[in-house]
């Protein structure tokens, strides 16, 4: 994460075509050949801020409380941390517009948040169909069944069994969801609005999950 830090403060302060890897190197205190190493170019260096920032949201539809609905738990995730003060300062979304702003300007920087989105968007669908699987399963498991535990005491657990395969429809929801909150990040970055109030990311991604209100969530029995 230093070496993407290094990178990112070099973009902001210099430009991307003016920072070189050799450049960015030096500013993280390693040989070049050591960054080469973990990176095959200058833009693949700041991916792990992209993909934290995006792991930040993820994570918190997973920690969402219990109680919430799937497109509550999105939106709790949205003002936990799309909103200043919620472990990104004001100065840092700052540093997010540029980045974001440098994206849409280089193709090759525009492959690396484009690839970032997209694997979180395959985890956000995990993350989705776990919840309703979860939830689910507490439900349905409330009231004691003899003949279930009979079977259970003669055959033991096995293990924990492999995750069930996501359904294309949460993998519609999640790219959905996923859109609604890069397309609300990318609109508010090439604006000069500040991060909070009617024209924040938050807001802008809040105004975009409506597209799932009408969503269903569950198979149809």
Aim: charged letters at 20%; a negative charge.
């Amino acid at each position: 994460m230093e070496i993407a830090r290094a990178a990112a403060a070099l973009f902001v302060r210099r430009g991307l075509r003016a920072t070189r890897a050799e450049d960015i190197a030096q500013a993280a205190g390693i040989a070049p050949r050591t960054f080469y190493r973990y990176f095959a170019s200058k833009e693949e260096a700041v991916a792990p801020l992209y993909a934290a920032g995006a792991q930040r949201w993820t994570q918190a539809v997973r920690e969402a409380p219990a109680s919430l609905s799937v497109l509550e738990a999105l939106r709790h995730a949205v003002s936990e941390t799309l909103t200043p003060g919620f472990g990104v300062s004001a100065s840092a979304w700052e540093w997010v517009r540029t980045l974001i702003r440098l994206a849409d300007a280089s193709p090759a920087l525009r492959k690396v948040w484009a690839e970032v989105c997209q694997a979180e968007e395959g985890a956000l669908a995990e993350i989705l169909a776990h919840r309703l699987t979860t939830y689910a399963t507490r439900d349905n498991v409330s009231q004691p069944d003899p003949a279930r535990d009979a079977d259970s005491a003669s055959n033991p657990d096995p293990g924990p069994a492999a995750p069930a395969p996501v359904p294309p429809r949460l993998r519609f929801a999640a790219a959905v969801a996923g859109a609604a909150i890069r397309v609300a990040v990318e609109s508010w970055a090439a604006t000069t609005e500040p991060p909070t109030g009617a024209n924040g990311p938050a807001t802008l991604a809040l105004r975009n999950l409506d597209a799932l209100a009408h969503f269903t969530w569950e198979e149809a029995d």
